[in-house]
């Protein structure tokens, strides 16, 4: 059996302190080429409250849609519409994850697409169409439904029922060479699919009398400028650990920078996420290389480490150490020497981490 993979969330964890990076963020799914757009990608997760300029905000009376504990938080007794501003687009792909204010509420909201006019005008005064998530308080059964409006509501033009989770649903709309396809739930398979035609305007979001929030917005179009800031981070940070690390993850980094050049030179947001992911994947995983003597020092340590009766340290934290040391002492001068590197880490881990039990005397 090859140890280094039977304790990848120690590797996991001991990386993340070496390095400083954090876990993978992966998106919640990923889409097969045909329904992919070119351009780059914008994100908002109103963690910084400034991002709410960058949306025009309507409401049918005075209380309008606000940013609260990094959600944009629509109000229940109005329609409210939340528009990005700054482009419009033709085809696009845009995503938001739909949240309700009560527990297993009420959802009647959804994504704007190919808007052009009122915008900021009276009750459904848009024009475009809408991709709505509807389903009663509690209720297990959603209705995806495609709305059309042409300064007034023009009807339902497609529908599909679907089981999804109750509080939050992920909802993601293409639309690519005049068809429109959506998105609900973990798929990348469209659960509605309609042929609309040519498509412009702004992209933007709606809640209609219905206790809901806006959170993870993602828009990738033309219209946006590739973003390749933290792809270019990442590729800093695998190179300047490459010396220090053994073969096997130099061989993985090397793998991630390659990719990570070809998305560059395309300046395709989907092929940016995958090699930011793997990118991330392959610092998160790599081994510090450690020389034999480094191990036998850090056995010399840790046999100097006491816990008296088991009063020093907690009683988890201790057999995790204790585990590890006996792992580590198993070696010699011929053992692998990605072995040696790996399990010398883990023990620096253990080491740095023992968690003293409360009031405990050292």
Not at 10 to 24: E, K
Not at 141 to 160: C, M, N, P, S, V
Request: aromatic share 10%; with cysteine; proline share 2%.
């Amino acid at each position: 059996m090859n140890k280094k993979y039977a304790v990848a969330v120690i590797c996991a964890a001991a990386l993340a302190g070496s390095f400083g990076v954090t876990g993978v963020c992966a998106e919640t799914y990923d889409l097969p080429d045909d329904y992919r757009v070119s351009g780059g990608k914008i994100s908002y997760d109103f963690s910084d409250s400034a991002s709410a300029s960058d949306f025009a905000v309507y409401t049918e009376f005075d209380r309008s849609p606000t940013v609260t504990d990094e959600r944009m938080v629509c109000w229940s007794l109005a329609e409210q519409k939340i528009v990005y501003k700054n482009a419009m687009y033709s085809d696009v792909d845009v995503s938001v994850d739909i949240g309700t204010i009560n527990k297993n509420g009420k959802f009647d909201a959804g994504i704007y697409v190919g808007l052009k006019s009122g915008v900021t005008g009276a009750l459904d005064g848009v024009t475009g169409y809408c991709v709505n998530i509807e389903r009663g308080a509690s209720e297990s059964r959603y209705y995806l439904k495609l709305h059309e409006f042409d300064h007034r509501w023009l009807g339902t033009r497609k529908e599909a029922v679907l089981v999804l989770p109750l509080n939050v649903v992920r909802l993601r709309v293409v639309v690519k060479n005049g068809t429109l396809y959506a998105f609900a739930g973990e798929t990348n398979t469209p659960q509605l699919t309609y042929n609309a035609g040519d498509l412009f305007g702004y992209v933007g979001f709606r809640s209609f009398y219905s206790p809901n929030t806006f959170d993870n917005i993602e828009i990738i179009g033309s219209a946006n400028e590739p973003n390749t800031e933290q792809l270019n981070a990442l590729v800093l940070r695998a190179r300047e650990i490459a010396d220090i690390v053994t073969d096997e993850s130099r061989a993985s980094l090397d793998a991630a920078l390659t990719s990570a050049e070809r998305a560059a030179e395309s300046e395709n947001a989907y092929d940016i996420d995958t090699a930011v992911t793997q990118l991330k994947t392959a610092i998160d995983s790599a081994v510090v290389k450690r020389d034999y003597s480094v191990l036998v020092q850090w056995i010399a340590e840790a046999d100097r480490i006491s816990n008296t009766d088991g009063k020093t340290y907690t009683a988890n934290s201790w057999a995790s150490f204790c585990k590890v040391l006996e792992m580590c002492k198993c070696f010699t001068a011929e053992s692998d020497p990605e072995q040696i590197s790996y399990w010398a880490d883990r023990l620096r881990l253990r080491m740095d981490t023992l968690v003293e039990l409360k009031g405990a005397e050292i």
